[in-house]
């Protein structure tokens, strides 16, 4: 008797290789797209295409895995885009700051106008200072709730930065108000900082050595 054997499997290509930047192995590897495609077989041999299974990214250094989005992840745009955020939100945090105790003094201006040309190189006006108060008012977003999307990424410098810059604001005027006191406690809580260590990042600005 004699028997047709045929069925379907999938068979795997290596149309495009390249350099990306590896999730799992944090560097520039060497890749491989993988595509499986279903192929009829007769007798076991491939022989007519079917359907696409899948199709992936194989670092030939951790052999892992990925979506094929990988592709186009970019460390240092995301790094810049994060950067950009971070000084913005410290900006915000500032004049957060400025505002907690209910009254803008022109000392608390001038230090908002030193620090963010220090820390991201914003050449502010006392307008726009006094500009970013009354859209602090408004914001859909609070400044903690921005804070809080940017603490995973900051280590305990950048977290301690933040402390310090919005310190320097609230102590400009010559006092440090039981409100702006709690505004910054609140900021470290949200940063996972404990009151020990937003009081000794305090400390430093009110007594340097």
């Known amino acids: ?42 007798y076991f041999i491939p022989l007519i295409p079917l359907d696409q299974v899948a199709q992936y990214v194989e670092c030939e250094g951790c052999r892992g895995t990925f979506n094929m989005s990988v592709l186009s992840f970019d460390p240092q745009a995301q790094h810049e885009a994060f950067m950009a955020e971070f000084q913005i939100a410290v900006r915000d945090v500032l004049v957060q700051t400025m505002l907690a105790d209910g009254d803008i003094s022109p000392k608390e201006v001038e230090a908002i106008q030193v620090i963010c040309a220090d820390i991201g190189g914003f050449q502010l006006t006392p307008e726009a200072v006094h500009t970013l108060a009354e859209q602090a008012t408004t ?27 919005a310190a320097m604001v609230a102590i400009a ?34 007594q340097p050595a």
């Open 1 to 42: 008797m004699f028997f047709i054997i045929f069925g379907t499997r999938g068979v795997t290509t290596t149309p495009d290789r390249g350099t990306f930047h590896c999730p799992q192995c944090a560097t520039q590897r060497q890749y491989a797209t993988k595509r499986v495609r279903r192929f009829f077989t007769l």
């Open 173 to 206: 005027d010559g006092e440090f108000d039981e409100r702006e006191q709690r505004f910054l406690a609140a900021l470290g809580r949200t940063m996972e900082m404990s009151d020990a260590h937003v009081h000794g990042v305090v400390s430093t600005v009110l």
């Open 139 to 165: 914001r859909n977003e609070s400044v903690i709730d921005t804070i809080r999307r940017q603490a995973p990424m900051l280590n305990n410098n950048g977290k301690e930065a933040v402390i310090r810059a």
